[in-house]
């Protein structure tokens, strides 16, 4: 999707006419989001829930796999401070932003 929206940036609203087309064009994408209503079939937190709930065992997909998980509100807050950077700095934050933990915040 970055590919897609980077193509279209640099077609349309390129950084080097910005002073023409006044557009600013970001793209944003959290990693692995927990938190507040997820409750998606494949998920881990959700899946586990559902297994404890129906005294069942608990199955982890992939198991020694590294798992970036943030808390809903933190991206949430990254949208808006990103948002107030676009108004208050124009051209300066536009482009792809991944927002994600830290590498000592995974688990």
Request: charged content about 20%; aromatic content about 10%.
């Amino acid at each position: 999707c970055e590919l897609l929206i980077s193509s279209y940036r640099n077609s349309y609203f390129s950084e080097e006419k910005f002073s023409q087309h006044k557009k600013i064009i970001a793209s944003v994408r959290a990693g692995n989001v927990i938190g507040g209503g997820d409750w998606s079939i494949d998920r881990i937190i959700p899946d586990c829930i559902r297994a404890l709930e129906s005294n069942k065992k608990i199955i982890i997909r992939n198991p020694t796999a590294i798992r970036p998980w943030q808390h809903v509100l933190e991206p949430l807050s990254g949208y808006l401070l990103l948002t107030e950077k676009i108004i208050n700095n124009g051209i300066l934050f536009s482009g792809a932003w991944n927002f994600g933990p830290s590498l000592n915040n995974i688990v």
